[in-house]
C-alpha cells in the first residue's frame, strides 16, 4: 500500500488552481485533507484504514493531509491545493462563500450516519471545580471561556449561539480563548485553565470513553440543538466517473465489513449518507447571529 501524511499549511496557495481542465481533472493522488480537530498525527494515524480503503476503490494514491488550522484548510480547498476534505459544516459554509463567483466550486456528498441520524450536538462543559453550575451562571460572572477554533461549528458557533439565546455574551459576561482544537478544550478545562468550555459532544464522549479525561473533572452544563454532521465535500471540477465512484465507495460502507470498519471506526460512525448543500441552511443562521 501506498504510504501518505502531509501534516501542515499546504506550500503555494495562491499559485492558483491545478485542474487540467473544467469537470475532467482526474490525479494520479487525490488529496484528502481532515479536520486538525485533535493532534495531526492522531488524526492521521486513525485514518490509515480510510486511505486503504479508498486507494482500492479508485485506484489511486491517496495523501491524507492535515492542516494547522481550519483556515489553513478552507484556502487550500479554495486554491485547489486539495480534492476531497471532511469539513466541520461551519467551515464548510465558509469555504463555499469564499468560492463563490470563482473558477473552482465544492459540494457536500456524504455525511457521518450515527443512530439512523446526520445530525450531531455541541457541549458546553465546566471545571467541576468551578462555581458555574448552569448556563446562566456564566451571565455576568467574567470567566475565562475556551473555544476550539474560530471556523469551528461545534466549537465555536454552536455553543457561542446556545449562550446568546441564554442572554449570555462575550465580553459582556465572560472572555473568550481560541485554542485551536476540541480535544485542548475539553483538556483545558477539566485542568482548570478554562473555567467553562464548547467543542463536540461526539468528541467529548470519545475521550472520555478513552481516559484522556475524568469524567469527574467537569460538569455538562447543556447541549446545543441538533445541527448537521460533517460533510464531506469535493471539487465539482473532478472527472465524473472518480466522483461517482468516490460517493458509491461512502454510501456503501457499512458495518461488520473489517475494511469498512477501520474506515467507520474513527468517526464513531454507522455509515455515511447522502446529504446537499441546503442541509447546511442553519449553519449560515447560525453564524449570521453569532457574527
Known amino acids: 500500500m501506498f504510504r501518505r501524511l502531509a501534516i501542515g499549511l499546504l506550500a503555494g496557495l495562491t499559485m492558483g488552481l491545478t485542474a487540467a481542465s473544467a469537470e475532467d481533472y482526474n490525479p494520479d493522488t487525490l488529496k484528502v485533507a481532515l479536520l486538525p480537530d485533535e493532534n495531526a498525527a492522531t488524526v492521521i494515524q486513525n485514518n490509515e484504514g480510510l486511505a486503504d480503503y479508498l486507494e482500492n476503490a479508485l485506484g489511486k494514491k491517496i495523501e491524507l493531509i492535515v ?39 465544492i459540494e457536500p456528498f456524504a455525511a457521518r450516519l450515527k443512530g439512523g441520524s446526520t445530525t450531531y450536538q455541541s457541549v458546553l462543559i465546566a471545571n467541576a471545580d468551578s462555581q458555574i453550575e448552569k448556563v446562566e451562571d ?105 466522483i461517482t465512484t468516490l460517493k458509491a465507495a461512502f454510501y456503501n460502507l457499512e458495518k461488520g465489513n473489517e475494511a469498512h470498519d477501520a474506515v467507520l471506526k474513527p ?19 447560525i453564524r449570521a447571529n453569532v457574527q
Do not use: C
Request: glycine share 10%; aromatic share 10%.
Open 67 to 105: 492542516t494547522t488550522d481550519y483556515s489553513s484548510m478552507i484556502e487550500a480547498m479554495r486554491f485547489g491545493r486539495i480534492d476531497v476534505a471532511y469539513f466541520g459544516p461551519a467551515s464548510y459554509t465558509i469555504a463555499k462563500d469564499k468560492m463563490k463567483g470563482g473558477d473552482l466550486d
Open 138 to 242: 456564566i451571565k455576568g460572572s467574567g470567566i475565562e471561556l475556551a473555544y476550539g477554533d474560530q471556523a469551528s461549528t461545534s466549537s465555536h458557533f454552536a455553543p457561542k449561539y446556545m449562550l446568546l439565546k441564554a442572554g449570555v455574551k462575550v465580553e459582556d459576561d465572560y472572555k473568550q480563548n481560541f485554542l485551536g482544537a476540541h480535544d485542548a478544550v475539553a483538556v483545558n478545562v477539566a485542568r482548570g485553565n478554562a473555567a467553562v468550555g464548547g467543542l463536540s459532544r461526539p468528541i467529548l464522549e470519545s475521550m472520555l470513553e478513552k481516559g484522556t479525561i475524568d469524567a469527574a473533572q467537569i460538569r455538562i452544563l447543556g447541549y446545543s440543538d441538533p445541527i448537521p454532521q460533517y460533510p464531506w465535500v469535493l471539487r465539482t471540477d473532478l472527472n465524473e466517473d472518480v
Open 267 to 285: 468517526f464513531k460512525s454507522d455509515g455515511f449518507a447522502a446529504i446537499k448543500d441546503e442541509d447546511y441552511d442553519i449553519i449560515r443562521e
